[in-house]
């Protein structure tokens, strides 16, 4: 059951894998329309000096304007769940910038920030931040205002309040939209090169195969971005299983169990 | 009373037109077992916020050991009808809960809450997560913090009422225990009058509208208290003298 459940994203891979290439076996689909997986295998592995760099420049601005970008949306989130005033002001703020067109504000990022890195780390945050203050607002408001008060009575201070009490509720509801935007963030970057584009990347080099009618390097190109976005998807499923272990598991982990030395377990 | 431990002065609470408690006076003594009883809307739980600092009185005093506490908080230990287990912290973590909202816990508040732990039969889970507990053990876990907060004074604000029957009755009994043991001064407040009865030396009745202190009554029935003694004509007489005092008020 257990080798099912883990093999299971890879059969859907390759349940994908097989339907691409019977339909262009089958439907006699031209190259040119739609390569086979084995032709786009081929098109990475040619090019894949010239493409490998590239793709470290998109990772590398997907993952600044991840950083930035979901850095921003928590610590507005928290200024907001704190001064109703910021909330007030800000919210109509945020779902405004969420109702802008990415693609038609990239254009006057540019004319403002110019074609280098800058546009692109932008329009990758204003993707990103969004999921991230929504979520982190929803943990910081679903705590029990009683768990509070507890605290309170013990004589605890708004900081350690914050700390002890607020913060790790907002772990889980913070992971779920960082695993959307870990993905959403290759798609930033991408949009990004598009518009702001002097600078290599791959999305610059598909539009640039598209052109030249290279479908099979297009293609190479798109596996490696969705690559890109699955490991960050992945990554993130990592770190909210390391850093919410009450989530899934029963007990603490051992090595998080501080002073759990047998002689202070007491008689069973 | 000579020997007070806790000595509500003419507290007085008013939110805003409302009064939410009339003026009210009461003394516990040191180690006393009190329970208030009365209906939802009487103001026991706000007179418990005006003890535990969490409510500032509109007037009078709340003196612990002659010192005014009333709206100071970190003074007495405090624990509600749900047991606000932090689902992130072991049952150590949530024991020393206040050790560590108010300082640091140090290992040797960890080793005394596993030993409490162990104590109170919960020693093969002081590494579990709450949620992998069951109700009654969750609430052993929530005493267990109050007592690790290490106070004198206890308020105990419908500890039980979410428990079904059976476990109630096994925690009533745990509880009165743990008091034997600790000889700590207790508030508790429910709205179960056989709860009420079985466990205090007095039971303060309220009624609503506004808030006040309708009677006191003494339990002359002799600890230690078992099963057995919701049966003796002594707990059934005093039991129907307070569901009487009660069930007049509210006739009204």
Redesign the interface.
């Known amino acids: 059951m257990r080798f099912v459940r883990s093999a299971s994203p890879l059969l859907a891979i390759l349940l994908v894998l097989v339907i691409w290439q019977l339909a262009v076996s089958v439907l006699h689909v031209q190259p040119y329309v739609l390569p086979s997986p084995h032709r786009t295998w081929q098109a990475l592995l040619e090019d894949w000096t010239n493409v490998r760099t590239l793709a470290g420049q998109t990772l590398y601005e997907s993952v600044v304007g991840f950083v930035i970008g979901t850095g921003v949306g928590f610590l507005l989130a928290v200024a907001m769940s704190h001064l109703s005033i910021v909330h007030r002001v800000l919210y109509p703020i945020l779902i405004a910038s969420q109702a802008v067109p990415i693609v038609a504000i990239a254009a006057p990022l540019v004319i403002i920030l110019g074609y280098g890195l800058a546009p692109k780390l932008v329009i990758v945050g204003l993707i990103v931040f969004f999921p991230v203050v929504v979520n982190v607002l929803d943990g910081l408001s679903s705590i029990d205002s009683s768990m509070v008060n507890l605290a309170r009575s013990m004589g605890a201070g708004p900081a350690k309040i914050f700390l002890l009490v607020r913060l790790p509720a907002t772990l889980t509801p913070l992971f779920s939209a960082l695993k959307l935007a870990a993905a959403y963030a290759v798609t930033g970057a991408v949009i990004g090169e598009w518009t702001a584009s002097i600078t290599p990347g791959l999305g610059k080099d598909l539009l640039l195969k598209n052109s030249r009618l290279d479908t099979a390097g297009v293609y190479a190109d798109v596996l490696l971005l969705t690559a890109i976005g699955l490991a960050g998807f992945l990554l993130m499923t990592v770190l909210e299983n390391l850093s919410t272990p009450w989530r899934t598991r029963g007990t603490a982990r051992r090595w998080f169990r501080r002073s759990a030395s047998p002689d202070t377990k007491g008689p069973r | 009373m000579t020997n007070s431990k806790l000595i509500i002065d003419r507290v007085e609470v008013r939110f805003g037109e409302t009064l939410a408690l009339a003026e009210t006076s009461l003394e516990v003594a040191d180690g006393e077992f009190v329970t208030l009883v009365g209906p939802s809307g009487c103001g026991k739980t706000t007179l418990m916020n005006v003890i ?3 409510q500032k009185p509109t007037s009078g005093r709340v003196m612990m050991d002659g010192a005014d506490i009333a709206g100071r ?4 230990g ?1 624990m ?1 009808q ?1 047991d ?1 287990l ?3 912290r ?1 049952v150590t973590g949530n024991i020393v ?2 050790a ?3 300082g640091r816990a140090t ?1 040797s508040d ?2 005394a809450a ?2 409490l ?3 109170y039969g919960l ?2 889970f ?4 709450p ?2 507990l069951s109700g009654g053990m969750r609430q052993r876990v929530a005493l267990m913090r109050t007592l690790a ?1 290490h106070k004198d004074i206890l308020l105990l604000d419908e500890p039980f009422g979410a428990l079904d029957a059976q476990t109630r009755l096994e925690m009533q009994q745990w509880l009165l225990e743990v008091w034997a043991d600790s000889g700590r001064t207790v508030l508790f407040i429910t709205h179960d009058v056989d709860e009420a009865v079985f466990l205090a030396d007095r039971v303060v009745v309220m009624s609503a509208r506004p808030g006040r202190i309708q009677a006191v009554h003494e339990v002359a029935v002799p600890r230690p208290r078992t099963v057995d003694t919701l049966m003796t004509p002594e707990f059934m007489e005093l039991k129907s003298r307070v569901l009487a005092g009660l069930y007049h008020k509210e006739a009204k």
Request: net charge positive; glycine share 10%.
């Open positions: 535990a600092g969490l908080p970190g003074h007495v405090y509600f749900k606000l932090i689902p992130w072991t809960l206040g560590a909202l108010t290992s960890r080793a596993r030993s732990a162990a104590r020693g093969d002081v590494d579990h997560y949620h992998a907060f």
